[in-house]
T-cell receptor, first 115, second 116 residues
């Protein structure tokens, strides 16, 4: 069964460094998402992406964050200058359609640790 | 803004028994969807069950069923005949097109342990 994959599984970086988190959505899906979960807190929506542009973003998704679909398979989340509070588990998701109620398929997550 | 609350951080159940996980939500919308996602240890979240708010009938998927009480804004998950493989973190989630587009709003999660 097709799955969303994410790399790396764990990323450690120094504060102020740039990181790129990578996701490979399910191949025929058209809508892509990033969520994050800070340890001990709820999973929070960051951004959704369709047709090579951002569909919506949360207040968390500030200028430090960007997303890109550089080729036909990868979907990336870049954090330009990481802060300690960016330490979290980052989940990528994809869905075939963007209508409300459609199932979002999640990846296993990337644990980002900012030192 | 919508909120989702899961008041049980941890639950445990004996294999073959039934367990109910609680979820409440707050919204002023009439049309929305509710979900239960399961996240096994070191694995991705997978959808367990989905409920459309305009449907009065409670959703069921094999051993999993929900008790959807729209007026009370309650959406509990019942797992019957619990199996060891049901051990996981369970997340309740909400989405409403009117106010949140396709973004999911999650509860805190409930860690369920099924004991042999």
């Amino acid at each position: 069964e097709p799955e969303v994959t994410q790399t790396p599984s764990h990323q450690v970086t120094q504060m102020g460094q740039e990181v790129i988190l990578r996701c490979v959505p399910i191949s025929n899906h058209l809508y892509f998402y990033w969520y994050r979960q800070i340890l001990g807190q709820k999973v929070e929506f960051l951004v959704s992406f369709y047709n090579n542009e951002i569909s919506e973003k949360s207040e968390i998704f500030d200028d430090q964050f960007s997303v890109e679909r550089p080729d036909g398979s990868n979907f990336t989340l870049k954090i330009r200058s990481t802060k300690l509070e960016d330490s979290a588990m980052y989940f990528c998701a994809s869905s075939l359609r963007g209508q409300v109620g459609n199932e979002q398929f999640f990846g296993p997550g990337t644990r980002l640790t900012v030192l | 803004a919508q909120t989702v609350t899961q008041s049980q951080p941890e639950m445990s159940v004996q294999e073959a028994e039934t367990v109910t996980l609680s979820c409440t939500y707050d919204t002023s919308e009439n049309n929305y969807y509710l979900f239960w996602y399961k996240q096994p240890p070191s694995r991705q979240m997978i959808l367990v069950i989905r409920q459309e708010a305009y449907k009065q009938q409670n959703a069921t998927e094999n051993r999993f069923s929900v008790n959807f009480q729209k007026a009370a804004k309650s959406f509990s998950l019942k797992i019957s005949d619990s199996q060891l493989g049901d051990t996981a973190m369970y997340f309740c989630a909400f989405v409403s097109e009117e106010t949140s587009g396709s973004r999911l709003t999650f509860g805190e999660g409930t860690q369920l342990t099924v004991n042999p």
